[in-house]
């Protein structure tokens, strides 16, 4: 029975609510090249499905848009890529998201989005990533460094040290560089040889016929050009 293929659903998830955000960053697999958001009714299904939009909500294609602009600007930010795009991007969705505080009988103030739809469900994974950064957390997260995969994964070693969501990545990252260098060589080796060739032919013709014929790489190639020649 053939073993289905692990994806990002199938890591372990960061801790509390950040793994929601990470849930979000993930849906999509681009090694299975599959995309949870992948029209504007799956992106407000998975929304209301984790609790970030109120259920029967409509979507548009620019919505869509947004969504996964933010999606991606995030891989970004984890992988250590950000740049000015990618922050005007993320500050769009703040201000759309109408963020606003909001004291509780207690004393307490939480913000909050003020806006609805997209805005506010956008709004609410910001606060996530703004309370995780705040606790350190989110420094944890991590994007995959193999290219084929770029999944978004928590980081629980001591150091901080891990590379690749799961071992498999690493594996194929140092199959393919091993496969590269073993290339090279052989590349290496076809031209050294292709231009040792080139100045063996120059010498050819300083070479005797009974040499010419007992040369170890062109010996039979002359041999047979004589035997043509005395049969035509």
Not at 78 to 98: F, K, P
Not at 199 to 212: K, M, N, T
Request: hydrophobic share 35%.
């Amino acid at each position: 029975m053939k073993r289905k293929k692990k994806g990002p659903a199938d890591l372990p998830p960061a801790p509390g609510e950040l793994r929601l955000v990470q849930a979000f960053v993930n849906t999509v697999d681009r090694e299975a090249k599959k995309d949870e958001l992948a029209s504007p009714r799956a992106l407000a299904e998975w929304l209301a499905r984790h609790g970030l939009l109120a259920p029967g909500t409509e979507l548009s294609a620019a919505d869509l848009t947004r969504a996964t602009e933010v999606r991606e600007g995030w891989r970004s930010v984890i992988a250590g890529q950000s740049n000015e795009q990618v922050a005007e991007t993320l500050d769009r969705a703040t201000e759309s998201a109408l963020l606003r505080g909001r004291h509780e009988p207690g004393g307490r103030m939480r913000l909050e989005p003020a806006a609805g739809g997209i805005d506010g469900a956008l709004g609410r994974l910001l606060l996530i990533v703004s309370r995780t950064q705040d606790d350190g957390t989110w420094e944890r997260l991590k994007v995959c460094a193999s290219s084929i995969c770029r999944v978004v994964f928590y980081d629980r070693s001591s150091n901080r040290s891990k590379r690749w969501c799961r071992p498999s990545c690493g594996n194929r990252l140092s199959s393919l560089a091993s496969k590269r260098h073993s290339r090279g060589i052989r590349r290496r080796e076809r031209e050294a040889k292709r231009r040792a060739q080139e100045l063996a032919y120059g010498h050819l013709e300083e070479l005797s016929d009974a040499e010419l014929e007992t040369h170890p790489e062109f010996g039979t190639m002359a041999r047979r050009l004589r035997e043509r020649e005395e049969r035509e």
